[in-house]
C-alpha cells in the first residue's frame, strides 16, 4: 500500500549510515506524501534522528538515493540542496544563536532578510507566524534569545522554520518539538501542523508522546535498528499496537533469564529524583544490578549524579553507604583525560591506595595497571601509550577498569555501552556479573534495552521521575516501553 | 543595545559610559582645567590609536577567538610607517595591503586546522615584531607628512580623537550590530553549529573578520605613528592586553559572540584616561598598569553583580 506515489514530495531509498561500528541507518526506504504530516517513532537509537539530519542535508548518507520534489538530490545533498528543494527541519537540539535577536535569528535561516529596512522586515514576519501558531505568545521580536525562556526558545524555532521567504516550503521536520512546550502550547502547535497540511504542506512529526502522533499524523512509521518496520495509517495503530511495533523484533528473544535468586543484601543506596512527587525512591541493596531504564535525558544520568555527590557528602538526599566509582557514559568529555597514558587512567581512582611516604608509588602504579590489563584484556603493547591509542571499545575497558580496581563497592554507570562493539561488550557483561557476585553494587543506566536483562531489578524513569519498578521476571521489552512512553493527560 | 530591554540589561549596556563618566568627574576633581578643548586633545591623544585596536580585537572576539599579536602587529605598521611608506609610498601601501591578507590567512588557518587562536596569534606576535625588528632595528624613522598632519587635525569645538572614535563606534556599530551580515557574523560566535546549519560558511565569517582585524589593526598602527612621527619595534607591544580589556570593559564576553562597538570605544577611552587620572594623581607610571588593571577588576566586579541581580530576578 505505501510504493512511492506520483504525490510523494521526497522519497528515500536504501538509505545506509554508519558512524564508525555502529550502523546508525541500515538500509532505510521513506516516502513522504504532499499534504500529509508523518509520524515517526522508534526507541532511542533507532535512527529517527540520524534519519532527519540525513533529509536535512546535515549528514551525508553512506549509500541510497534521496530524490525530493522529483529531483534526485543526492549526489548534491547539502544544506543548501534541501533548502532550495524547500526541506527545513527544526532540530532537536536548539539552534538558535542566543546572542542574537528573534530577528536577526530568521535572518540567519533566511537568506532574504537583508538590504534596508532588513530588521523590520524580519521581525514583522516573526510577529505574524508567531501569532499564527502560537497566540499570545508574547515574544517581541527584538527581543534577544538568551533572555528568553526555553519554551519561547522552541517556539521562535518552530516558527522560523515555518516561514516563507524566497525558496519554497514543502516538508517541516519536527524533531521532538514539544518537548520543551506546555500542554495548551503543544496543543496550538499541532493545531497549526494539522492545518499547514491541510494547505498542502508536508510534515514529518518526531515525538516520543504516542498520543500526539496518533492525533496529529496521517501516517505512522515505525523505526527500530536503523530500519523502517512498520508503516500504516494513524486510525490504524492504537497506542499498545504502536508500542508492540517498536519492541516486535526483540521480544522473541525475551527468554527467561536465569534470575539468580539475589541474596537481600544490606540496602546500600537510597535516592529519590528531584521532583520525584510521590513515595517511590531507588534502592539497592548490596551485590545487586539495578538498572536505569527509560529513554534518554529523561533524569537517570542526574540521579546517578546526585548519587555520587551523596557519597562525598554534598547531597542531602541520597543516602549512600561505601564508596561510589562512576563510570561515564560521553567518554570524551568526561571520562578519559586524554593527555595521560593508559595506566594513569586506569590509577587515577585508586591513587589513595597507590602512596608511598605520601608519594605515589610508581612500581605499585604499574601493578595495578598490568594486572587490570591482564584482566579485562585492554588491547595495547604498552599501557605506557596515550589512552587516545586505543580504540573507542578500549577506552571504556580502561574506563571500568578505574572503577573496578578502585575500593569502591558501589559502582555508577551512565550509559557507558554508547558506541562500543558487539564483542567489547560481551566481555563487560561478564566482567559486571562476576563482580556482582563477589559483593559489588552496579547501578546501571542504559538506553539499550538488550543491558536491561543484566539486572536485577530496573526501575522506568520518565520526565526526571522514576514511574515503574520492574523485577527480573517482569524486564520486557513491552513492559519498559510502556512505561517510558507517555499516556498524553487527555 | 536595545532601550526597551529590561533593566539589568539596560544597566549592564550603560555600564561603559557610566565608568567614562565616574572617570571623567575624578579627573574634574583632582584637575578642573584638565576638562577643556585643550586638555582632551592632550589626554585623549593617544586615544585614536587604542580605540581602532580595541576594534580590531573586538572584530576577533566576536567569532569565540583572542588575537595575542594585535600589538605586536600595530607596531609593525607603525615601523612600515615609519619607513617605507614615507620613502616608497607605493611599496608601504603593498606591505600593508599585504599584512591585511596574512591577516585573514591567519583567520582561515584557524579555522581550516581547528586550532586555538591563542597560540597561532602568539606565534604571529613573535613574527610581527622580527619583522618590525628586521625594518627598524633601533627606534626612528619617520612619519609621511600628510600622515603626521592628518592626526593633528585641529577641529573646532571637539577635539578630532573624539570625532574619530564617535565615528569609528557608530561604523562598527552599523556594520556589525545593524546590517543583515553582521547579524550572521555575530551568529558565527553564539552558535557556529546553528550558522553552518542555516547554509553560511564559517570559513568566510572568520576570514572576514581577522581581514577586519587587521585592517583595524593597520588604522591603529599609521595613526600612532602620525601622532608620535617617528617608530620602534616595541611601540605598541602594550596594545595587546589595553584592547583585550577595552573589549571587555565596553560589555564584551570572550566567547558567544557578544560585544558592543560602542562600548569597546568607550572602553578603549577609559583607559586612556585612567591613565591621564593616574598622573594627576602622581602615581609613577610604573604603578599604573597596575592600577589599570585595578580599575578593570571594579568594572568587572559590578558587571558580576548586575549578572547576578539579573539572574535572581
Redesign the interface.
Known amino acids: 500500500m505505501d510504493a512511492p506515489s506520483a504525490s510523494a514530495i521526497v522519497q528515500l531509498e536504501g538509505v545506509r549510515k554508519s558512524f564508525g561500528a555502529v550502523r546508525a541507518l541500515a538500509g532505510v526506504d521513506l516516502d513522504v506524501r504532499a499534504g500529509e504530516c508523518l509520524g515517526l517513532v522508534g526507541h532511542n537509537g533507532a535512527g529517527k534522528s540520524t534519519l532527519m539530519q540525513v533529509l ?1 542535508g ?1 549528514l551525508a548518507a553512506d549509500e541510497g538515493r534521496l530524490v525530493v520534489a522529483g529531483d534526485d538530490i543526492t549526489a548534491s545533498a ?3 540542496a534541501a ?1 532550495a528543494h524547500g526541506v527545513v527541519c527544526v ?1 532537536q537540539e536548539l ?7 528573534v530577528a ?2 530568521a ?3 533566511h537568506r532574504a ?3 534596508f529596512g ?2 523590520k522586515r524580519a521581525g514583522a514576519a516573526m510577529a505574524a507566524m508567531l501569532d499564527d501558531i502560537f497566540p499570545r505568545h508574547g515574544i ?1 521580536p ?1 527581543d ?1 534569545v538568551a ?1 528568553l525562556s526555553i519554551a519561547r526558545r522552541q517556539m521562535v524555532e518552530i516558527a522560523r522554520a515555518f516561514l516563507v521567504t524566497d525558496e519554497p516550503l514543502r516538508l517541516v521536520i519536527l524533531d521532538e518539538p514539544t518537548s520543551s512546550l506546555d500542554q495548551v502550547v503543544a496543543e496550538q502547535l499541532m493545531a497549526f501542523v494539522r492545518r499547514f497540511v491541510a494547505r498542502g504542506g508536508s510534515v514529518i512529526l518526531i515525538s516520543h508522546l504516542l498520543g500526539e502522533i496518533l492525533a496529529t499524523s496521517d501516517r505512522v512509521v515505525v523505526m527500530k535498528d536503523g530500519r523502517v518496520v512498520e508503516t500504516r495509517p494513524a486510525e490504524a495503530f492504537t497506542r499498545e499496537s504502536l508500542v508492540a511495533a517498536m519492541g516486535s523484533v526483540a521480544a522473541q528473544e525475551d527468554a527467561k533469564r536465569a534470575a539468580a535468586a539475589q541474596p537481600a543484601g544490606e540496602i546500600v543506596v537510597e535516592a529519590r529524583p528531584a521532583r520525584q512527587a510521590d513515595e517511590r525512591s531507588l534502592r539497592a541493596r548490596q551485590g545487586e544490578i539495578v538498572g536505569l531504564a527509560g529513554l534518554a535525558g529523561h533524569g537517570q544520568t542526574d540521579l546517578l549524579v546526585r548519587i555520587n555527590a551523596a557519597a562525598q557528602g554534598r547531597e542531602p538526599h541520597a543516602r549512600v553507604a561505601g564508596a561510589v566509582a562512576f563510570v561515564a557514559g560521553d567518554r570524551q568529555s568526561d571520562g578519559v583525560f586524554p593527555l595521560w597514558s593508559i595506566a594513569e587512567n586506569i590509577t587515577v581512582r585508586s591513587l589513595g591506595g597507590l602512596r608511598r611516604f605520601g608519594l605515589i608509588d610508581p612500581a605499585a602504579e604499574v601493578r595495578m595497571a598490568e594486572e587490570w590489563r591482564q584482566r579485562i584484556a585492554i588491547r595495547t603493547p604498552d599501557m605506557g601509550n596515550g589512552i587516545l591509542s586505543l580504540s573507542g571499545g578500549n577506552q571504556q575497558k580502561a574506563l571500568f577498569a578505574r572503577a573496578l580496581a578502585s575500593d569502591a563497592g558501589i559502582v555508577l554507570m551512565d550509559d557507558p555501552m554508547r558506541g562500543v562493539d558487539v564483542g567489547t561488550k560481551q566481555e563487560v557483561y561478564g566482567m559486571i556479573r562476576a563482580e556482582a557476585a563477589r559483593g559489588r553494587t552496579f547501578l546501571w543506566y542504559t538506553t539499550e534495552f538488550d543491558e536491561l536483562r543484566h539486572c536485577d531489578r530496573v526501575y522506568v524513569f520518565r520526565a526526571g521521575v522514576i514511574v515503574a519498578e520492574l523485577a527480573a521476571d517482569e524486564i520486557t521489552e513491552e513492559r519498559v516501553l510502556q512505561s517510558s512512553f507517555a499516556e498524553e493527560a487527555a | 543595545m ?1 532601550v ?3 533593566s539589568p ?1 539596560l544597566v549592564r549596556a550603560a555600564l561603559p559610559a557610566l565608568s567614562l563618566a565616574a572617570l571623567l568627574v575624578a579627573i574634574w576633581f583632582v584637575q578642573p582645567r584638565a576638562i577643556s578643548y585643550f586638555g582632551f586633545n592632550l589626554m585623549l591623544n593617544l586615544a585614536m590609536p587604542i580605540a581602532f585596536a580595541t576594534i580590531a580585537q573586538l572584530c576577533v572576539i566576536t567569532v569565540n577567538d583572542l588575537d595575542l599579536s594585535i600589538g605586536a602587529f600595530v607596531s609593525f605598521v607603525a615601523c612600515v610607517g615609519a619607513t617605507w611608506l614615507n620613502a616608497t609610498p607605493l611599496l608601504g601601501v603593498a606591505v600593508l595591503l599585504g599584512a591585511v591578507v596574512v591577516y585573514a590567512l591567519v583567520g582561515a588557518l584557524i579555522h581550516l586546522r581547528n586550532l586555538p587562536s591563542i597560540v597561532v596569534t602568539l606565534g604571529m606576535s613573535f613574527f610581527w615584531l622580527g619583522c618590525s625588528v628586521l625594518l627598524l632595528p633601533s627606534p626612528g624613522g619617520s612619519a609621511p607628512a600628510w600622515l603626521a598632519a592628518l592626526v593633528k587635525v585641529r577641529t573646532p569645538l571637539v577635539p578630532f580623537a573624539i570625532l574619530v572614535s564617535a565615528a569609528l563606534a557608530l561604523v562598527v556599530h552599523v556594520g556589525l550590530m ?1 546590517s ?2 553582521g ?2 557574523l ?2 558565527a ?3 557556529p ?8 560558511s564559517l570559513l568566510r565569517t572568520k576570514v572576514t573578520m581577522f581581514a577586519l582585524a587587521g585592517f583595524f589593526g593597520v588604522l591603529s598602527g599609521l595613526s600612532l605613528v602620525g601622532l608620535t612621527t617617528s617608530a620602534d619595534a616595541n611601540i605598541a607591544i602594550r596594545y595587546t592586553l589595553l584592547s583585550i580589556a577595552g573589549v571587555i570593559l565596553g560589555g564584551g564576553e570572550f566567547v ?3 560585544v558592543s562597538p560602542v562600548g569597546a570605544v568607550l572602553g578603549a577611552m577609559t583607559l586612556t584616561l585612567a591613565g591621564s587620572l593616574l598622573s594627576f594623581l602622581r602615581i609613577s607610571p610604573d604603578w599604573q598598569i597596575g592600577a589599570q588593571g585595578a580599575i578593570l577588576i571594579v568594572v568587572l566586579a559590578l558587571r558580576a553583580l548586575v549578572n547576578r541581580l539579573e539572574r535572581r530576578r
Open positions: 536535512a546535515t547539502g544544506v543548501a533548502r532540530f539552534s538558535l544563536c542566543p546572542n542574537l535577536t536577526e535569528n535572518r540567519v535561516m532578510f537583508r538590504g532588513w530588521r517581541d527584538a534577544v533572555d | 536595545n526597551l530591554m529590561p540589561r545593524r543583515a551580515w547579524a550572521i555575530r551568529g560566535g553564539g552558535n553549529v546553528a550558522v553552518a546549519r542555516a547554509g553560511w558567544g559572540g557578544r
